[in-house]
Structures are given as structure tokens and as C-alpha cells.
């Protein structure tokens, strides 16, 4: 498989401007540009630029991806958008981790598979996951606690190392969480696993709404007003968090936070119980089968013969999936003897046949 490597930035909070278009355009031939996204891919080479400063300078979030098994989501948040104190739980060595440019803060979520190789294509993924930054600025921690699944599988991390927060909601993923599970192989049973302890998520009524919307002084009114006049981007974010802040939400409390080793082993447990779930189904399904076929055994020999008589190849093919069918039936009746005595007839009769006899042998079908 040839290299590949996908970056893509995107701005949220305001488009481009000409001088900032034309800079970018500098940065390689290689960039697909608009006033809101730069796409640089790269079949050998690599971008010669620091995508962090990239970010930090033009756009509010970047995807990157590598065929080599490297993934990495960064968003650009405002400072006075974002509790790092509530963050950093969550932060996990290079996995989950962040750092500050100016009066913003680079969230940066970054996973390498050791040996893991993969080809996805890297259109349309980031506009699938870009509301998760006003997640993340709503104070809204799913998907940092998804991401953070993820690094224990990879990281090599303390066993008696407890899970960070749990987030209300885990049970109920908006589709931006949901893309993030399926781009970044979050395990579908450690989810499960950590969802158990996962609250539903509170819904705030109109009327709490309003209540709260009465507590503000006219002069925070008039404020908001006026930067809602000038053009404010994220300032609906600003605003729910005030409101939140005199309604007195806050998550709810969650169990005895677990441990890394607890909650891997009922994850092994959930895909184990599975994995026996779907074995006893596929079980009852092929004997289903296998009744309905004995009901058919003598018609198939009788196909099995006009078959061969015919000596064509195509239908050679199609007469040793019979008998590949027909053994099967066999082992499960307790016949295998009668079905080797009749498949030992076909070898004695057809013996001048080497393009059937050797189709017999590579299915495993082999004289007694």
C-alpha cells in the first residue's frame, strides 16, 4: 500500500479573508482551498508546516489522517470557552492533551495504532464532527471520555488508574459522537461498559429557561445584546453557560469511578457473552439447515450424478459444493461412513476425470 496522508482545516466562528486565503495557498501546492476549508493530501512527501500553528492561526479544527494507522482531531477554542480544569481529567499523555497559543487553547486528540495500517478516505469526516467543539465549549465531556476509552486501549497505562468523570449521555450519542466512535475503533463493549454509569441527560425547559433569562442584571442583558448586534460568533454558548450557571445544573453524581482493570475485564465479559450469543444462533441456524436439506438428500445425489455427466467444468464446481453439503449432512446424522462409500463410487466410476477428481481433493473430499 502506497503512502498517504490527509490533513483538513476548517474555520467555524468566521470565514476567511482574502489575505489569510492568500497566505494559506503559500503553504503548498498542494491545498485544496475555500473560505472555510484547506485540504493538503500528500501520495509521498509530507506538509512542511506545523499543523498546530496552522490551526492556531487560521481555523478552529483539523483532522488528519495517515494510512499508517495515525489519526489525530485538534479544535481551537477560545480561552474564556473552555474549563480546563474540567478538562484535564481526561487528558491522557499524547492521546488527549493540550496547550495554549495566544487567547486560545489547542485541544489535541491524537492516536497512533503501533503497526496499524488503514485506507479511509478523509472527505466529509471533519463536517461530521466539528459540533463537537461547541460540545466541548457547552461543557459537554462525551466525547473527550470516548476519547479517552480509546487511549486506555492503546496507552500503557496503571490497571488501578480510575476513569476520569463520567458524562451524562453516553447511552444516547449524537451522530458528530457517534462518527467519532466509528473513525477513532472506540470498543463497542467498553461503551457499554462505561455507559452503565452514564446518566441520562438533563433536558432544560422554556420556562427554567426563562426563569433564569429574569436573573440577569439589565446591564449583562444589554451587554449580550450588544455583542449579539456586533456579530459575535459562539456566543449562544456563552449565554447557556451563564444561564446554566444561575439555574445550578451540574452533572450528576455517578457511582465509585472504576478502574481501568474493572472496566476492561466486564468489557471482555460483555464481548465473550456475545461472542457465545452469536455462535449458539449460527449453531441453530446451520442445523435449521442441515433439517432442511435432509429432506432433499436423494434428489441432490440424483443432481450430483447429471452434474458430472454432463463434463463441464462449471458444472464440476457445482457438484462438489453438493457433496461439500451432502459430507456435512453426513457428520451430523452420524453417517460419514455412507456418504464415504458413495464418494468412493463417484472416484471409481470418474477415475478418467482428473479435472473432477481434483476439485474433489482441493474441497477435501478425498477417497477412503
Same mark, same amino acid.
Given at each position: 500500500?502506497?503512502?498517504?496522508?490527509?490533513?483538513?482545516?476548517?474555520?467555524?466562528?468566521?470565514?476567511?479573508?482574502?489575505?489569510? *486565503?492568500?497566505?494559506?495557498?503559500?503553504?503548498?501546492?498542494?491545498?485544496?482551498?475555500?473560505?472555510?476549508?484547506?485540504?493538503?493530501?500528500?501520495?509521498?512527501?509530507?506538509?512542511?508546516?506545523?499543523?498546530?500553528?496552522?490551526?492556531?492561526?487560521?481555523?478552529?479544527?483539523?483532522?488528519?489522517?495517515?494510512?499508517?494507522?495515525?489519526? *489525530?482531531?485538534?479544535?481551537?477554542?477560545?480561552?474564556?470557552?473552555?474549563?480546563?480544569?474540567?478538562?484535564?481529567?481526561?487528558?491522557?499523555?499524547?492521546?488527549?492533551?493540550?496547550?495554549?497559543?495566544?487567547?486560545?487553547?489547542?485541544?489535541?486528540?491524537?492516536?497512533?495504532?503501533?503497526?496499524?495500517?488503514?485506507?479511509?478516505?478523509?472527505?466529509?469526516?471533519?463536517?461530521?464532527?466539528?459540533?463537537?467543539?461547541?460540545?466541548?465549549?457547552?461543557?459537554?465531556?462525551?466525547?473527550?471520555?470516548?476519547?479517552?476509552?480509546?487511549?486506555?486501549?492503546?496507552?500503557?497505562?496503571?490497571?488501578?488508574?480510575?476513569?476520569?468523570?463520567?458524562?451524562?449521555?453516553?447511552?444516547?450519542?449524537?451522530?458528530?459522537?457517534?462518527?467519532?466512535?466509528?473513525?477513532?475503533?472506540?470498543?463497542?463493549?467498553?461503551? *457499554?461498559?462505561?455507559?452503565?454509569?452514564?446518566?441520562?441527560?438533563?433536558?432544560?425547559?422554556?420556562?427554567?429557561?426563562?426563569?433564569?433569562?429574569?436573573?440577569?442584571?439589565?446591564?449583562?442583558?444589554?451587554?449580550?445584546?450588544?455583542?449579539?448586534?456586533?456579530?459575535?460568533?459562539?456566543?449562544?454558548?456563552?449565554?447557556?453557560?451563564?444561564?446554566?450557571?444561575?439555574?445550578?445544573?451540574?452533572?450528576?453524581?455517578?457511582?465509585?469511578?472504576?478502574?481501568?482493570?474493572?472496566?476492561?475485564?466486564?468489557?471482555?465479559?460483555?464481548?465473550?457473552?456475545?461472542?457465545?450469543?452469536?455462535?449458539?444462533?449460527?449453531?441453530?441456524?446451520?442445523?435449521?439447515?442441515?433439517?432442511?436439506?435432509?429432506?432433499?438428500?436423494?434428489?441432490?445425489?440424483?443432481?450430483?450424478?447429471?452434474?458430472?455427466?454432463?463434463?463441464?467444468?462449471?458444472?464440476?464446481?457445482?457438484?462438489? *459444493?453438493?457433496?461439500?453439503?451432502?459430507?456435512?449432512?453426513?457428520?451430523?446424522?452420524?453417517?460419514?461412513?455412507?456418504?464415504?462409500?458413495?464418494?468412493?463410487?463417484?472416484?471409481?466410476?470418474?477415475?478418467?476425470?482428473?479435472?473432477?477428481?481434483?476439485?474433489?481433493?482441493?474441497?477435501?473430499?478425498?477417497?477412503?
Amino acid at each position: 500500500m502506497s503512502e498517504f496522508q490527509y490533513y483538513e482545516f476548517q474555520t467555524i466562528d468566521r470565514p476567511l479573508t482574502d489575505e489569510e *486565503q492568500a497566505a494559506i495557498s503559500r503553504l503548498s501546492s498542494r491545498v485544496a482551498l475555500t473560505a472555510n476549508q484547506a485540504v493538503f493530501t500528500y501520495q509521498y512527501g509530507d506538509f512542511r508546516e506545523d499543523p498546530e500553528q496552522v490551526l492556531a492561526q487560521y481555523f478552529d479544527a483539523m483532522l488528519y489522517l495517515a494510512n499508517w494507522g495515525t489519526k *489525530q482531531l485538534m479544535f481551537r477554542i477560545p480561552k474564556s470557552l473552555i474549563n480546563l480544569e474540567q478538562v484535564e481529567p481526561y487528558c491522557v499523555g499524547d492521546c488527549i492533551s493540550y496547550l495554549t497559543e495566544g487567547e486560545y487553547v489547542i485541544l489535541d486528540i491524537l492516536f497512533y495504532e503501533e503497526g496499524g495500517e488503514f485506507w479511509v478516505e478523509g472527505e466529509g469526516w471533519l463536517s461530521s464532527l466539528v459540533e463537537l467543539r461547541d460540545d466541548i465549549m457547552s461543557q459537554d465531556y462525551r466525547v473527550l471520555y470516548l476519547a479517552w476509552l480509546r487511549a486506555i486501549m492503546l496507552e500503557d497505562m496503571d490497571d488501578d488508574t480510575c476513569e476520569p468523570p463520567v458524562p451524562s449521555g453516553l447511552n444516547e450519542l449524537s451522530k458528530p459522537l457517534r462518527n467519532f466512535v466509528e473513525l477513532f475503533d472506540v470498543d463497542e463493549y467498553l461503551l *457499554q461498559v462505561a455507559a452503565k454509569s452514564s446518566a441520562a441527560r438533563e433536558v432544560v425547559s422554556d420556562d427554567i429557561l426563562r426563569q433564569a433569562i429574569a436573573k440577569l442584571s439589565r446591564e449583562e442583558c444589554n451587554e449580550f445584546l450588544l455583542r449579539l448586534a456586533q456579530g459575535e460568533p459562539r456566543l449562544s454558548v456563552e449565554i447557556n453557560r451563564r444561564l446554566r450557571e444561575l439555574i445550578g445544573t451540574s452533572e450528576p453524581q455517578t457511582q465509585q469511578p472504576r478502574t481501568i482493570r474493572q472496566l476492561l475485564e466486564v468489557a471482555e465479559q460483555e464481548r465473550e457473552r456475545e461472542r457465545r450469543r452469536l455462535a449458539e444462533e449460527a449453531e441453530a441456524k446451520r442445523i435449521q439447515e442441515l433439517e432442511s436439506l435432509a429432506k432433499q438428500e436423494a434428489q441432490m445425489w440424483k443432481d450430483i450424478d447429471a452434474l458430472i455427466q454432463k463434463k463441464q467444468t462449471k458444472l464440476y464446481d457445482e457438484a462438489v *459444493q453438493l457433496l461439500v453439503k451432502l459430507q456435512e449432512l453426513a457428520v451430523y446424522k452420524g453417517e460419514e461412513s455412507v456418504f464415504q462409500e458413495r464418494l468412493n463410487q463417484i472416484y471409481e466410476q470418474y477415475s478418467r476425470r482428473p479435472g473432477l477428481l481434483q476439485r474433489l481433493r482441493d474441497a477435501d473430499l478425498h477417497q477412503g
